[in-house]
């Protein structure tokens, strides 16, 4: 199974913390990621695996107004 490296990250892409993430696929690592670490203070969560980035996820809820 695939590993990838996804952090947590602020307004300004720094990283605030990072974690391990196993998954079958890419579209399955960025569903996990964003469902186990996107939270309250948390921009959003940049995903990679090795040297390739995979996705920014925005974990903002854009729904409020």
């Known amino acids: 199974m695939p590993t990838y490296r996804a952090y947590q ?8 913390s990072a974690t ?3 998954a079958a696929s890419d579209e399955q690592a ?4 964003a469902e186990e670490l996107c939270e309250e203070q ?7 695996q090795a040297t390739r980035l995979v ?5 903002e809820d854009d729904e409020e107004g």
């Open 9 to 16: 990250v602020d307004e300004r892409r720094r990283i605030l």
């Open 20 to 22: 391990w993430v196993e």
């Open 30 to 33: 960025k569903a996990k990621a």
């Open 42 to 48: 948390i921009p959003a969560v940049e995903l990679w």
């Open 55 to 59: 996705d920014e996820i925005t974990c």
